[in-house]
């Protein structure tokens, strides 16, 4: 019997070629003061809130060493204490936060589905919500390989090139769709997609609803491509995604394994947590 040949990604449909950025690896010579600023005005940023406790824990620090370096950004303006002393966005943030209360508690939920499957397929794994046109990684669980994507936690990319923002936006209505990439706020923003190429990311979004998956071939970085798979809570409303990236080399391999199948079934048994949860999202 003449064995079947495995389906081939979807390979979606060509768009003008834009400029891409590779993710900037960490550098040789960090300073980990500075790092540790950096993350929690990330953490501040995509949760909107953070308590003296968590960005201790979040960092691997004491708690007198994350008070100071939260104390510095109450000093900069980059942070404020609230009424019940936990540290909110300051006027300085410039780049408002997700503002959604429900961000840490999705990625506390995730984080050992997201574990299992890194260790099942080797290789990373990321959690994302959708800000506006753009995503941002709330968590990223790395796979051992030594050829590999990093961690992305923190990144901000446009929805409209990532694997999981596509699988998001392709759950909104139409008239969404329209006023986030063909409105004249979309225009000032930059954030609009030309007219010739409207069509053909529309068909896209309609593949991405039929499959049940979106796909992502070196549209964000250079040698890197990825799969994501939206999640919903109990309503069916989408909340974020969960993609795995690879290196552009090996992602036929790890889809001919199975991707698919095992994206599915962690995304299944997260909502099944989110949907058990008091405080799931919206």
């Known amino acids: 019997m003449q064995k079947k040949s495995s389906p081939a990604p979807p390979a979606g449909p060509r768009r003008k070629p834009a400029e891409k950025k590779p993710v900037q690896k960490r550098p040789t010579y960090s300073i980990e003061a500075v790092d540790n600023a950096l993350q929690l005005l990330q953490l501040l940023r995509d949760g909107g809130t953070l308590r003296l406790k968590d960005a201790a824990e979040e960092l691997e620090v004491a708690p007198s060493t994350a008070h100071r370096l939260l104390a510095m950004l109450v000093y900069r303006g980059f942070a404020v204490q609230d009424e019940t002393r936990r540290y909110v966005p300051g006027p300085a943030m410039g780049v408002g936060p997700a503002g959604l209360s429900w961000t840490r508690l999705l990625r506390s939920l995730a984080q050992p589905h997201m574990e299992l499957l890194s260790a099942q397929l080797n290789e990373t794994v990321n959690l994302m919500v959708r800000v506006g046109t753009k995503v941002r990684f709330l968590a990223t669980v790395e796979g051992n390989n030594v050829l590999r994507v990093g961690d992305r ?130």
């Not at 990311?201 to 549209?219: M, Q, T």
């Not at 919903?232 to 690879?246: F, L």
């Open 153 to 282: 936690q923190g990144t901000v990319l446009p929805a409209s090139r990532t694997s999981g923002g596509k699988a998001i936006l392709a759950e909104l209505d139409p008239s969404m769709i329209q006023q986030l990439f063909r409105s004249n706020n979309a225009e000032i923003s930059g954030d609009t997609i030309a007219e010739e190429d409207y069509p053909a990311f529309l068909r896209e979004l309609d593949s991405v609803r039929s499959n049940g998956f979106a796909a992502n071939f070196e549209g964000t970085e250079d040698g890197v491509s990825a799969l994501g798979i939206a999640l919903h809570n109990r309503h069916g409303n989408v909340v974020g995604a969960i993609s795995v990236a690879t290196p552009a080399t090996r992602f036929r391999t790890v889809f001919d394994r199975g991707l698919v199948a095992a994206l599915h079934e962690t995304c299944r048994q997260l909502e099944i947590d989110i949907a058990a949860n008091p405080a799931e999202p919206d």
